[in-house]
C-alpha cells in the first residue's frame, strides 16, 4: 500500500492529500451512527477546507441535525455517498421529521445500490412532505428496478394526479405497463412524453420498439428516426433538493460543467469567468484549462489561448483537447510548422486519435507535404471510417492528384451520412467537384446541400448556399 | 444411417462414473470429495494440476488493462480426445516498468506468459494436467487479454489466436504438439487493444474467417486518473477513452487473411468492445455477429450474404436495454434457451445495472424479456463478466453460468488490496417459471469470491456433463469440475465439416425428441468473454430420453439427418454421411 500512495502523490501533484482526519469526538448518542472518519480523500485545497470546515461545526455541535445534514449534502455533492449516508443517517435520528434529510439519504442510498434503505427513505420523504414531487417519481423508480411494478404503477399514477404534465411520468409510467404486458398502455404513456417534450430520446426508442412489435414499420421508423437524432435527450428533472447539492460543489469540475452549461445557452464571456474561477480552485485542471484555451480561441484572444496552453502543457504534455485547439490556432495564423508539432504531440501519447491525425495531415497539407498528408488522412479514416473531414479532405488530395476514382468513392462516402452537418459537407464536397472542373455535377451537390439546408431549418446556411450557386451561375 | 462413433472409448457414462467415484486412484495430487446433494461443481483445480496465478501487472497506476482480463480456452490441441486448457498471461502494462514494481506479485516458480496445460485424463476419469507450454513452443510474452480457436487451415487441428493489449498473435497448430506464430505470414495482427475474437465462416466457403473485437485507445503515455466513491484513484469506465473499431479478417484459404472490415462495412459502427457471438440470428443460413460493447450501443451485424453486413442493433431491440439505456455490456452468450428454434442473446453488465436477456422472435427481432424471466433483481449487486448457456444439470434446459468481478472498488472491501471481489452465479432455467439463483445452493466452489473474468464450458472429464473453468484476474484459474449425478441422459456431438469448417462452426443441430419440441444448439467455441469453449456440442436429454433423429444444419447451406442415435454417448458426425434433411416440419 506504501507504494500505492507514493505513486498517487507523485501521479497527482496538483492535488492535495487530506491527512487523515483521525482522534475526532465521538461524544453523544450512543446509537447515533459515528461521524465518518475521512481518511484519504483527495481534492482541491478550497473543497478540502469546505469539508474540513463543516466537519469541524459539526464536531462542535455533534447533535446538531443541521449541521449532520449539511455535511452530508458536501459530501454527497462529491459524490462521496458511503459517508454521506452516516450523516444523512444521524441527521435523521436527531429530526426524523425532516423530509429534506429523508429524501436525500434515500437518493444516497439508491445511488450505492441500498434499495430498501432508499425505498424506506423515500417513502418517509413522501410522508413528510407529500406535495414534493421528485420523491415520488424517485421512489417510482426504485421500485420498478426491483421488480416491484404495482407499487411502481401506484406511484407514477398518483405523481400523475399531482403533475400531470410530467413528462417522466409518463415515461417511467409507459415502461411499468410495458412490463406489465399493457403495450397500448405504454404507448399511450410514451406518446404522452413526447407529446410534452418532443426531443426525450428514449421514449422515441421505447415507441420504435412498440410500434415494431405492432407491425407498424412506418411508425417504428420515424419514432428511431427521432430516437438517432437525439438519442440521450430527457427532459430536466426539477427537484430543488438535488440542484441545493450542486449548488454546493466548488470543486474545478462543477465550474467546468457550468462554464459548459454557460457557453451552451450563448453567454461565453460568464463561461469564461467560471473556467478562470475553476482554474483557481484547482490549477492542475487539464479539462478547465483546455476548456480555456477552446473559449479564448474562440473569442479570439491569443494571449488567453497562449497562456493556459503554457499551463497545460507543464502539467501534461500530450493534453489532447489544449494541443489540438492550440495547433488550429497557429495553423489559422499560419504557423503550420508549430501546428504541426502541436498535433504530433497529441498522436506521441494517443496514435491512434483520428482527429490528430486529420488536422496533421491538413497542416502538412499546407507545407506542401502532401505524401504525408494523404498518410495522415488515412490513418485517421482508419482509426475512425466515420470521420467526414478525414474523408472530404483526402477526397479532395486524390482529386488534386488526378486519382479521380478513388476520390470519387471517399466524397461519396462523406455525402453519404445523413445528419445536422449535411448540407456543409455537402456545400464542401461540391466545392471540391468545381475546382476539378466537373461544373455539373458540383451544382447538383449544391442543390441538393440547399435541399438539406432547407429541410433543417439552416437559414445562414441556406443563405451562404444560395450565394454561392448564384455567383457560380455567373461565373461558369 | 449410423451415426459415426468414435469416442466410445472415451465415453464414461453417468453409471460408470459412479461406479468409479469409490475407488481409490493412483492420483495423489486428486482430492475431489464426493459432493454433497445439490452441489453440481466442486473446484479441482490444483487438485488436477492446473495451477496458474494470472499476474495483472497493478503497479497502483490503475492502467486500465489491468482489470480487464484474463480469458482462457478448452481445446483438443493434441486430438486425444480430452480437453485442454490455454490461458493467456498478462504483464506490465507499461514495458518501462519492471514486474518488481507490481503490487502483487507473480507466484514464486511460476513462469511468466501464457501457458498450454496438456489433460492427461486417467482412465478413472480424474484429471490431471500438465504444463506443456515450452514444447508446444507457445508461451506468449505480451500482456494477453483473451483467446479464440478455430481450425483456420481445416488440417484437423485447433488452432490458437491470442488478444492483447498490443499485439495479437496468431499460433497455428502443427500437429505434432507444437504450434508456430504465424501472424504476420497469415496478417492478422491488430496493434489495437483487442478483447474477445470469434472465428466464423461469415462467407460460406468452407474456411474459417476471424472477427476481433476491440476495446479504447489506451496508451499508458495517455493513462486518465479517475476518482472513485471516496475521491481516492480507481479504473476509469470506457467513457474516459475513445472506442477503438473492430476487425474482419477473411480467410483467403492459403494461410493469408485479408482485412476486410470497411469492404464488409463494419466501419460504420463501433464500440468499446468486449463481447462477441456469431450465430444465424434472423434465421437465413448467414452467421451474423454480434458485439457487446462496454457502456455504448452494442451492434447486431446481420449478414447480407454478399460479404457485407448490416448493423441492425437498434431496431432489432439488441443496441441498448428496453428503457432506452446502453449498458456496460462485457460478456454474451447465445442459445436457444426457449427452445423455439433461434438464439436468444444473455449478457453481462455492471453492478447496479441488469444483465440482459434479449429474446429472439425467430426473424432477429428481438424483446429484452430480463424481468419476464426474473433475471433482472438477482444479477444488480454483480459484475458479470463471462457467462454461458449450459445444461449443467442434463435436464434439457439452458441454465446460466455468470462469473463476476468488479471493476471499480467495492464498497464493502475497501482497505482490502484488491477490492473488486465478488461471487460467481449459477442460475437454473426453470423452464416456464422463470431462471432461480441456485448460487447460495451450489458448495464451496459457487462460494468463492474472486475477481471473475473469463469462463470457458466443456466436458473436461467426458463424463458427459459439462464443466468450467473460470480465469480470475490477479487470482488464480478455477476448474469447477461438474459432479452431478442422477437419472439424467445427455449426448455429445462432434461435428466434422467436409465442405464446411473442419469442426463445423457455426452449424446448428436439432435433437429430435418423441412428443416434445426438438432441442436445437450451435456448433461454436465463441461467446462468454475473453474465452473459446468446447467446440463439441452437448445435449442435457433429462431422465426420459426419447431421441429420435439429429438434424444438422451446416454452415455451408446443406442439411442432413441421422437416426439410431445412442444416448450417453459421444459421436461424430461427418458432414456428407447423412441423410438429406427438409428441416423441422
Known amino acids: 500500500m506504501q507504494k500505492t500512495k507514493r505513486y498517487m502523490i507523485r501521479a497527482l501533484p496538483g492535488l492535495l492529500a487530506i491527512a487523515a482526519i483521525t482522534g475526532c469526538l465521538r461524544p453523544g448518542d450512543p446509537d447515533l451512527p459515528d461521524i465518518p472518519e475521512l481518511t484519504v480523500v483527495e481534492f482541491a485545497e478550497p473543497v478540502r477546507q469546505q469539508i474540513l470546515a463543516a466537519r469541524a461545526q459539526l464536531l462542535e455541535t455533534p447533535e446538531d441535525a443541521r449541521r449532520n445534514l449539511r455535511l452530508g449534502k458536501i459530501l454527497h455533492a462529491y459524490k462521496l455517498q458511503s459517508p454521506a449516508i452516516r450523516c444523512y443517517q444521524r441527521a435523521r435520528e436527531l429530526q426524523p421529521g425532516d423530509y429534506e434529510t429523508a429524501y436525500l439519504l434515500g437518493i444516497a442510498q439508491a445511488q450505492m445500490g441500498d434499495d430498501a434503505g432508499a425505498t424506506a427513505n423515500l417513502r418517509a420523504a413522501i410522508r413528510l412532505q407529500p406535495d414534493y414531487a421528485p420523491a415520488r417519481l424517485r421512489l417510482g423508480e426504485v421500485l420498478f428496478k426491483t421488480g416491484e411494478l404495482a407499487q411502481a404503477q401506484t406511484l407514477f399514477e398518483e405523481l400523475l394526479a399531482q403533475e400531470p404534465d410530467s413528462a417522466w411520468a409518463h415515461h417511467r409510467l409507459a415502461q411499468v405497463l410495458a412490463a406489465l404486458d399493457d403495450a397500448e398502455g405504454a404507448i399511450g404513456n410514451n406518446r404522452r412524453a413526447v407529446e410534452l417534450y418532443r426531443d426525450f430520446g428514449p421514449a422515441h426508442y421505447a415507441l420504435a420498439l412498440a410500434f415494431r412489435n405492432r407491425g407498424d414499420t412506418e411508425l417504428a421508423q420515424a419514432h428511431m428516426e427521432r430516437y438517432r437524432r437525439q438519442p440521450k435527450q430527457t427532459p430536466a428533472h426539477v427537484d430543488p433538493l438535488l440542484a441545493s447539492l450542486d449548488a454546493l460543489d466548488i470543486s474545478a469540475t462543477a465550474h467546468v460543467r457550468r462554464a459548459k452549461r454557460l457557453q451552451a445557452s450563448g453567454q461565453p464571456r460568464e463561461a469564461l469567468l467560471a473556467l478562470e474561477q475553476a482554474v483557481r480552485v484547482e490549477p492542475q485542471s487539464i479539462e478547465a484549462h483546455s476548456q480555456l484555451i477552446r473559449l479564448y480561441h474562440r473569442l479570439n484572444d491569443a494571449d488567453g489561448v497562449e497562456r493556459h496552453y503554457r499551463a497545460v502543457t507543464a502539467i501534461e504534455p500530450h493534453a489532447v483537447m489544449a494541443n489540438l485547439e492550440y495547433g488550429t490556432l497557429l495553423a489559422e495564423q499560419g504557423r503550420f510548422a508549430d501546428a504541426a508539432a502541436a498535433f504530433e504531440k497529441v498522436l506521441a501519447a494517443h496514435p491512434d486519435h483520428s482527429a490528430a491525425h486529420t488536422l496533421l495531415g491538413q497542416a502538412m497539407e499546407e507545407l506542401q507535404q502532401q505524401a504525408g498528408a494523404e498518410r495522415h488522412y488515412r490513418l485517421a479514416l482508419e482509426n475512425d471510417p466515420n470521420n467526414r473531414r478525414a474523408g472530404l479532405l483526402l477526397g479532395r488530395l486524390l482529386m488534386l492528384t488526378d486519382r479521380r476514382t478513388e476520390a470519387t468513392t471517399h466524397l461519396d462516402g462523406v455525402a453519404q451520412h445523413s445528419d445536422s452537418d449535411q448540407a456543409l459537407y455537402l456545400q464542401r464536397i461540391a466545392q471540391v467537384y468545381r475546382e476539378a472542373g466537373e461544373h455539373e455535377r458540383a451544382m447538383t451537390l449544391l442543390e441538393q446541400a440547399r435541399t438539406q439546408a432547407a429541410a433543417q431549418g439552416q437559414e445562414r446556411m441556406l443563405h451562404e448556399i444560395t450565394q454561392t450557386m448564384t455567383h457560380w451561375r455567373e461565373t461558369q | ?585
Not at chain 2, 469506465?237 to 479478417?249: A, K, M, T
Not at chain 2, 433429462?542 to 441421422?562: F, L, N
Open chain 2, 1 to 585: 444411417m449410423k451415426a459415426v462413433l468414435i469416442w466410445r472409448g472415451w465415453a464414461l457414462s453417468a453409471v460408470v462414473m459412479v461406479l468409479l467415484a469409490g475407488c481409490e486412484g493412483d492420483n495423489a495430487t486428486q482430492s475431489v470429495q464426493a459432493p454433497s446433494h445439490g452441489e453440481p461443481f466442486v473446484e479441482v483445480a490444483a487438485a488436477s494440476g492446473l495451477v496458474f496465478t494470472h499476474f495483472n501487472g497493478a503497479s497502483g497506476a490503475y492502467y486500465q488493462p489491468e482489470v480487464f482480463g484474463p480469458g482462457v480456452a478448452l481445446l483438443d490441441y493434441d486430438r486425444d480426445g480430452d480437453l485442454d486448457v490455454y490461458l493467456p498471461q498478462a504483464g506490465m502494462p507499461d514495458p518501462g516498468q519492471s514486474p518488481a514494481q507490481a503490487l502483487f506479485p507473480l507466484p514464486a516458480g511460476q513462469p511468466t506468459g501464457d501457458r498450454l496445460f496438456r489433460n492427461e485424463l486417467q482412465a478413472d476419469g480424474m484429471l490431471r494436467f500438465t504444463d506443456v507450454t515450452d514444447i508446444a513452443g507457445l508461451g506468449h510474452a505480451g500482456y494477453a487479454q483473451g483467446v479464440a480457436t478455430g481450425d483456420f487451415d481445416n488440417d484437423g487441428y485447433t488452432d490458437l489466436y491470442v488478444t492483447a493489449f498490443g499485439t495479437n498473435v496468431l499460433y497455428h497448430n502443427q500437429g505434432d504438439g507444437r504450434f508456430i506464430d504465424v501472424t504476420s505470414a497469415a496478417g492478422v495482427d491488430d496493434p489495437r487493444w483487442s478483447t474477445s475474437a470469434a472465428f466464423l465462416d461469415y462467407d460460406r466457403d468452407g474456411d474459417l474467417d476471424l472477427f476481433v473485437a476491440n476495446y479504447v485507445h489506451f496508451t499508458v503515455a495517455g493513462n486518465k486518473q479517475c476518482a472513485g466513491g471516496d475521491g481516492t484513484l480507481d479504473y476509469c469506465g470506457p467513457q474516459s477513452y475513445r472506442p477503438v473499431r473492430d476487425r474482419l479478417f477473411r480467410n483467403d484459404g492459403n494461410g493469408r487473411f485479408t482485412d476486410v472490415s470497411d469492404a464488409a462495412g463494419l466501419g460504420v459502427a463501433f464500440g468499446p468492445g468486449l463481447g462477441v457471438t456469431c450465430a444465424d440470428y434472423n434465421g437465413d443460413g448467414w452467421q451474423d455477429i454480434y458485439v457487446a460493447n462496454d457502456g455504448d450501443d452494442n451492434q447486431l451485424w446481420i449478414n447480407q450474404g454478399n460479404g457485407r453486413f448490416e448493423n441492425t442493433a437498434l431496431m432489432a431491440g439488441v443496441a441498448i436495454n428496453a428503457y432506452g439505456k446502453a449498458e456496460a455490456s462485457m460478456g454474451v452468450t447465445a442459445g436457444d434457451f426457449d427452445n423455439d428454434g433461434d438464439e436468444d442473446l444473455f449478457m453481462t453488465h455492471l453492478d447496479r445495472e441488469t444483465n440482459t436477456l434479449y429474446v429472439n422472435d425467430g426473424t432477429g427481432n428481438f424483446l429484452d424479456a430480463t424481468d419476464a424471466h426474473k433475471l433482472g433483481r438477482i444479477s444488480l449487486p454483480y459484475t458479470g463478466f463471462g457467462a454461458a448457456w449450459l445444461d449443467f444439470d442434463n435436464d434439457s434446459d439452458l441454465d446460466l453460468f455468470i462469473a463476476n468481478g468488479a471493476v471499480r472498488i467495492e464498497e464493502s472491501l475497501r482497505g482490502q488490496p484488491y477490492p473488486y471481489q465478488e461471487r460467481n452465479q449459477l442460475i437454473r432455467n426453470d423452464g416456464t417459471e422463470g431462471f432461480t439463483d441456485r448460487t447460495e445452493q451450489s458448495g464451496p466452489a459457487l462460494a468463492l469470491v474472486e475477481v471473475s473474468r473469463g469462463a470457458a464450458f466443456g466436458d473436461l472429464d467426458n463424463d458427459g456433463d459439462v464443466d468450467i473453468v473460470v480465469a480470475n484476474n490477479n487470482g488464480p484459474t478455477r476448474l469447477l469440475r461438474n459432479t452431478i449425478d442422477g437419472d439424467n441422459h445427455w449426448l455429445t456431438v462432434r461435428l466434422q465439416g467436409t465442405r464446411s469448417n473442419r469442426a463445423g462452426l457455426g452449424a446448428r443441430l436439432a435433437l429430435l425428441r418423441a412428443g416434445k419440441p426438438p432441442l436445437w444448439r450451435r456448433a461454436h467455441t465463441d461467446g462468454s468473454y475473453l474465452s473459446a469453449s468446447d467446440d463439441r456440442v452437448h445435449f442435457g436429454l433429462g431422465a426420459g430420453a426419447d431421441v429420435q433423429a439429429i438434424g444438422v444444419v451446416w454452415p455451408h447451406g446443406t442439411r442432413e439427418i441421422w437416426h439410431d442415435i445412442g444416448i450417453d454417448s459421444f459421436i461424430t458426425l461427418q458432414e456428407g454421411s447423412g441423410k438429406a434433411w427438409d428441416g423441422i416440419p
